[in-house]
Nanobody
Framework: QVQLVESGGGLAQPGGSLRLSCAAS????????MGWYRQCPGKKRELVAS???????DYADSVKGRFTISRDNAENTVYLHMDSLKPEDTGVYYC?????????WGQGTQVTVSS
């Protein structure tokens, strides 16, 4: 079992920045990849960014050049640094971890981009 605890959401102005954190605990040694999905109002849940154990990263086209995913293996934590935020980035952001064939989710954190 893997437990994921997210933090760092909140309100930002357009053009602003936020950083999300996701701390993993439990069966972390089998985790091969972690990342973030988001659920924007009226839209399907979409993959925002992912990072593998070997630190290979992938991003949705809509966030490339604005968001950066990173991981601290010592702290078992993944970060999503979001710059140049847009109103359409508003949504609930969910951390996930892929451990062997099991997919775990965090509780979700709200990100609101508004002036």
């Amino acid at each position: 079992q893997v437990q994921l605890v997210e933090s760092g959401g909140g309100l930002a102005q357009p053009g602003g920045s936020l950083r999300l954190s996701c701390a993993a605990s439990g069966g972390i040694f089998g985790i091969s990849a972690m990342g973030w999905y988001r659920q924007c109002p009226g839209k399907k849940r979409e993959l925002v960014a992912s990072i593998t154990k070997s630190t290979s990263t992938d991003y949705a086209d809509s966030v490339k050049g604005r968001f950066t995913i990173s991981r601290d293996n010592a702290e078992n934590t993944v970060y999503l640094h979001m710059d140049s935020l847009k109103p359409e980035d508003t949504g609930v952001y969910y951390c996930y971890a892929l451990e062997l064939l099991n997919l775990y989710w965090g509780q979700g954190t709200q990100v609101t981009v508004s002036s």
